[in-house]
C-alpha cells in the first residue's frame, strides 16, 4: 500500500500541487475577510457570459461524474469502478458532515444577518437552507477530476493541470451562483481530492479489471 501512495503522488504531482497552490489563495480570502465580505469579493465579476457558463457548467458536479463513471466502466473496469467508488464515497462523507454543521447557505445567512445577497443567475434556484457546509457539487466535482488525473497516462500528464483547470471552475461556479460561500468549497474540494487519493491506494494495488467490460472486438 504504501507504494501504490508513493507512486499515486508521484504520477500526481502536476495535479496535487496546482490544486494545493489555488486551494491556499481561497484559504486565503477566506481569513483575510468576513464571511460575508469574501462572497461579495468573490461575486463582484458577474457579466452576462458568466452567467450563462457556470449556470451549466456547475452540472459537472450533479449526476454527470456517475453517467461518466458507468460509461466508463465498459472501457476499463477498474478505472470505471474508481470514478464510481469515489463518487460514493464522497457523498457518504460530505452528506455526514452537511447535517454535522448544519451551516446556513448564503441566501439563509444573508437574509439573517440582514444584508442583500449579491447578484444573481436568471434562471437559478438559489437554495435556502442550512446544510451549506460543505459545498457538495464542489467534492463530488473534485472526485471526478482527481480519479481522471490518477487515470491519465503518464505521457499526458499535462492533462491534470486542466483537470484542476475544471475542478476549480466547479468549485467557484457555486460561489458565482450564490449556493455556497468559499469555505463551503474549501472542505468540499478536500474531501473530493482525499476520497480519490485513498481509493487509488486501495484498488490499484494489483492489476485487475483492466480490459473492457464487452469485447468489441470480432473473434
Known amino acids: 500500500m504504501k507504494n501504490t501512495?508513493?507512486?499515486y503522488k508521484q504520477n500526481n504531482g502536476p495535479f496535487l500541487s496546482a490544486f494545493a497552490l489555488i486551494w491556499f489563495v481561497f484559504l486565503?480570502?477566506?481569513?483575510?475577510?468576513s464571511?460575508?465580505?469574501?462572497?461579495y469579493l468573490?461575486?463582484?465579476?458577474?457579466?452576462?457570459?458568466?452567467?450563462?457558463?457556470?449556470k451549466?457548467?456547475?452540472?459537472?458536479?450533479?449526476?454527470?461524474?456517475?453517467?461518466?463513471?458507468i460509461a466508463w466502466v465498459l472501457f476499463n473496469k477498474r478505472q470505471g469502478l474508481y470514478i464510481l467508488l469515489t463518487q460514493g464515497v464522497t457523498a457518504i462523507f460530505t452528506q455526514i458532515a452537511k447535517y454535522s454543521f448544519?451551516?446556513?447557505?448564503?441566501?439563509?445567512?444573508?437574509?439573517?444577518?440582514?444584508?442583500?445577497?449579491?447578484?444573481?443567475?436568471d434562471g437559478v434556484q438559489v437554495w435556502d437552507a442550512y446544510h451549506s457546509f460543505p459545498s457538495g457539487h464542489t467534492s463530488a466535482t473534485f472526485?471526478?477530476?482527481?480519479?481522471?488525473?490518477?487515470?491519465t497516462p503518464p505521457k499526458y500528464r499535462w492533462l491534470q493541470l486542466a483537470w484542476v483547470l475544471l475542478g476549480w471552475l466547479g468549485a467557484y461556479s457555486r460561489i458565482y451562483l450564490s449556493q455556497h460561500f468559499v469555505d463551503d468549497v474549501l472542505l468540499g474540494s478536500v474531501i473530493g481530492v482525499g476520497c480519490a487519493g485513498f481509493l487509488f491506494v486501495v484498488l490499484f494495488q494489483k492489476?485487475?479489471?483492466?480490459?473492457?467490460?464487452?469485447?468489441?472486438k470480432k473473434k
Not at 486565503?28 to 475577510?33: D, P, T
Not at 464571511?35 to 462572497?39: E, L, M, P, S
Not at 472526485?143 to 487515470?151: M, N, P, R, S, V
Open 5 to 7: 501512495f508513493q507512486l
Open 28 to 33: 486565503l480570502i477566506a481569513l483575510e475577510y
Open 35 to 39: 464571511k460575508a465580505n469574501a462572497h
Open 42 to 54: 468573490l461575486n463582484s465579476f458577474h457579466a452576462p457570459f458568466l452567467d450563462v457558463f457556470f
Open 56 to 69: 451549466y457548467f456547475t452540472y459537472i458536479g450533479g449526476g454527470f461524474p456517475v453517467y461518466l463513471g
Open 102 to 121: 448544519a451551516h446556513p447557505r448564503p441566501l439563509t445567512y444573508f437574509r439573517e444577518i440582514g444584508l442583500p445577497l449579491p447578484p444573481t443567475v
Open 143 to 151: 472526485a471526478l477530476c482527481a480519479c481522471l488525473a490518477a487515470i
Open 207 to 216: 492489476t485487475w479489471g483492466d480490459a473492457p467490460l464487452f469485447s468489441f
